[in-house]
């Protein structure tokens, strides 16, 4: 399964993007968290800088890590209602 930064990369069509997106709609969220009302520039550049190194990010496109997702799920499913008529 895709972890929140994986599927951040995914959803965002690169970790990038989605932190450009969604920055301003997690402020509400963080009004909560003790210290943060936005994303520091050093928090979103270690996250672009993990999810980049990791090696599915390296080795994948996005067509791939996405197909690969899909797949998964369809197991899940599958596991979950084996007797579906669907399938």
Not at 61 to 85: Q, S, V
Request: aromatic share 6%.
């Amino acid at each position: 399964m895709l972890g929140p930064c994986l599927r951040a990369q995914e959803d965002g069509g690169r970790i990038e993007r989605f932190i450009e997106n969604h920055d301003k709609s997690y402020t509400i969220r963080r009004r909560t968290m003790e210290t943060w009302t936005s994303m520091p520039d050093s928090a979103a550049k270690k996250v672009i800088e993990s999810v980049n190194e990791m090696e599915v990010v390296r080795t994948k496109t996005l067509e791939e890590i996405e197909a690969i997702r899909d797949e998964k799920l369809i197991e899940i499913l599958r596991l979950m209602l084996p007797k579906h008529p669907f399938y």
